[in-house]
């Protein structure tokens, strides 16, 4: 294969990519091996591929952006990004709406399901790369959860998350205004609250 096709098939890819997606763009598994082999393109999980052109991202992540779309960030991952603990979880805390699929992905991660109903509140994107991001939970957002899921995470992640939102000036009445699509939280919440105000 010539360097030019190489090169006018690279421009075709986004930086990241699934095998379907090449094949969607008509290029042939041996142009993939290709690719490979010149070092065009490396494989960073089963059947996801990414450009060597490509801005630096956090791989892990971008698999499991590019093979579950809906997934989200979320407890103590989502804490973290947030800097609102200094517990890095061993595993990526991952959100799903209830009974989704969970795909296999090389980095451990312990997924969570949660309730179609209120799976969007205070989710945002994150952009990993120009063609691809994951979902990432607000920081009021993953407070509320630390609080409502405290018997499974512990309660010290919760109170040291709010203890620190606090103090970097959140707004009492954002949080509250999330936890009111989780009625078992307001009281402990509340009690959190008035304890640091």
Known sequence: MATSERAGMLTRLPSTFRYTDARRLCISDHALRELRRTGQIEQIGRGVYRRADAQLADEDLL????????????????????DLTDEIPHELDIALPRDAWRASVRVPVRYHGFAHSTFGIGRELLPLDDSASIGLYSAERSIVDAFRLRHIEGSDLAYEALRRWVRRGGQPSVLMEIAQAFPRTMTSLRTALEILL
Do not use: F
């Open 63 to 82: 698999e499991i952006a590019i093979k579950i779309p809906d997934a989200t960030l979320c407890l103590g991952t989502a804490l973290a990004r947030h």
